[in-house]
């Protein structure tokens, strides 16, 4: 099971990185930090293997499968592109964008954990070589939570003063088509 601090820790640190690219970003609203927190968890999604277990696809398929990939940038890259398939075309970029922020945050909180926990193949399908970094904390250091939080309150502070400003305009688009 996912370790509740580990992955409120994800889904905490992308919104903050998303709140405060909204200050400089007006497109990405509240909804598409929400997005972000969602992208923050796509890496997990290898632990689906709990629930439905590579065999069972296995037999199913009548081809090896695996859910590791999922915890590397090929699977997460594969997985952004069905989601932004799913939503209107408008908000296709953006939901991209936003997934990959979520996703990318992970990947680095990731490479701040103490080895083994902290090694994976995070550059596959490149190369199959573990990426390992000598570490930070563990995912079950609950000290984390606690900063993710702080970290997402400060970030939602300083966009809420920031809206508060009255040179702030609200974008039309979801996001401009020139960039």
């Given at each position: 099971m996912i370790d509740v601090a580990d992955g409120l820790t994800h889904v905490l640190v992308a919104y903050a990185l998303a709140t405060l690219l909204s200050v400089r970003y007006p497109w990405i609203t509240a909804r598409l930090a929400t997005v972000a927190?969602?992208?923050?968890?796509?890496?997990?999604?290898?632990?689906?293997?709990?629930?439905?277990?590579?065999?069972?696809?296995?037999?199913?398929?009548?081809?090896?499968?695996s859910w590791r990939p999922m915890h590397s940038i090929g699977g997460v890259a594969v997985a952004i592109c069905i989601a932004s398939l799913t939503v209107r075309a408008e908000y296709r970029r953006a939901v991209a964008l936003l997934l990959a922020l979520g996703a990318l945050s992970h990947f680095a909180l990731d490479l701040l954990l103490v080895p083994p926990?902290?090694?994976?193949?995070?550059?596959?399908?490149?190369?199959?070589?573990?990426?390992?970094?000598?570490?930070?904390y563990s995912s079950r250091d609950r000290w984390v939570a606690p900063v993710s939080i702080v970290l997402a309150l400060a970030a939602r502070s300083v966009a809420r003063?920031?809206?508060?400003?009255?040179?702030?305009?609200?974008?039309?688009?979801p996001m401009p088509v020139d960039g």
């Amino acid at each position: 099971m996912i370790d509740v601090a580990d992955g409120l820790t994800h889904v905490l640190v992308a919104y903050a990185l998303a709140t405060l690219l909204s200050v400089r970003y007006p497109w990405i609203t509240a909804r598409l930090a929400t997005v972000a927190m969602v992208g923050g968890m796509l890496p997990d999604l290898n632990r689906l293997k709990w629930v439905v277990p590579p065999e069972t696809i296995e037999a199913m398929l009548g081809a090896s499968f695996s859910w590791r990939p999922m915890h590397s940038i090929g699977g997460v890259a594969v997985a952004i592109c069905i989601a932004s398939l799913t939503v209107r075309a408008e908000y296709r970029r953006a939901v991209a964008l936003l997934l990959a922020l979520g996703a990318l945050s992970h990947f680095a909180l990731d490479l701040l954990l103490v080895p083994p926990a902290g090694t994976y193949q995070y550059l596959w399908p490149l190369t199959d070589a573990d990426v390992v970094f000598p570490g930070f904390y563990s995912s079950r250091d609950r000290w984390v939570a606690p900063v993710s939080i702080v970290l997402a309150l400060a970030a939602r502070s300083v966009a809420r003063r920031h809206s508060r400003s009255p040179e702030r305009e609200s974008p039309e688009s979801p996001m401009p088509v020139d960039g």
